[in-house]
T-cell receptor, first 110, second 110 residues
Framework: DGGITQSPKYLFRKEGQNVTLSCEQN?????MYWYRQDPGQGLRLIYY???????QKGDIAEGYSVSREKKESFPLTVTSAQKNPTAFYLC?????????FGSGTQLSVL | DQQVKQNSPSLSVQEGRISILNCDYT??????FLWYKKYPAEGPTFLIS?????DKNEDGRFTVFLNKSAKHLSLHIVPSQPGDSAVYFC?????????FGTGTSLTVIP
């Protein structure tokens, strides 16, 4: 089935640790996005990529990094510089008309 | 500054009645709008969209209305069903970026 796969579903981070969230799509979409959702808040854009080997910062990029080496993959690294990483992270891809979302990763701090 | 706003964080409606969810935007250049539905711990799923060349789009029980002069759109669900209970996000797309509102949590009471 075509879609977006995020893994893991749940992730725990220790103090000072970097963690990487995986996002893979087989929809052949050029554009991919990472959003963060906090309780009672909307979806805030972290990073997006319109094409392979290129990406731009969103509204809350500090403390995060991404790469886009392949069209299918857009991993997000939450670095130790991100002081409040506990949130629900959503990856999405776009066909320029709408966004298709993965099922999300819940990141918590130990 | 929030470019897409949903001023009602929550809404409760009796089963069988109409649910009306509202969304306001600030940028008159926005020309394409979408509604997404989200269950807890899942990714949002696309519901319905509308282009600025229209003022109404209908899909089954869901209708979206767009008032460009007021920079306002609304989603009507008729009749509301318990399975419609979820968080609803409106979004605007200018130039391949997606701006989301903060969401409205709809509860349909059986």
């Amino acid at each position: 089935d075509g879609g977006i796969t995020q893994s893991p579903k749940y992730l725990f981070r220790k103090e000072g640790q970097n963690v990487t969230l995986s996002c893979e799509q087989n929809l052949n979409h050029d554009a991919m996005y990472w959003y963060r959702q906090d309780p009672g808040q909307g979806l805030r854009l972290i990073y997006y990529s319109q094409i392979v080997n290129d990406f731009q910062k969103g509204d809350i990029a500090e403390g995060y990094s991404v790469s886009r080496e392949k069209k299918e993959s857009f991993p997000l690294t939450v670095t130790s510089a991100q002081k409040n990483p506990t949130a629900f992270y959503l990856c999405a891809s776009s066909n320029n008309e709408k966004l298709f979302f993965g099922s999300g990763t819940q990141l918590s701090v130990l | 500054d929030q470019q897409v706003k949903q001023n009602s964080p929550s809404l409760s409606v009796q089963e069988g009645r109409i649910s009306i969810l509202n969304c306001d935007y600030t940028n008159s250049m926005f020309d394409y709008f979408l509604w997404y539905k989200k269950y807890p711990a899942e990714g949002p799923t696309f519901l319905i969209s509308i282009s600025s060349i229209k003022d109404k789009n209908e899909d089954g029980r869901f209708t979206v209305f767009l008032n460009k002069s007021a920079k306002h759109l609304s989603l009507h669900i008729v009749p509301s069903q318990p399975g419609d209970s979820a968080v609803y996000f409106c979004a605007a797309i200018p130039r391949n970026q997606f701006y989301f509102g903060t969401g409205t949590s709809l509860t349909v009471i059986p």
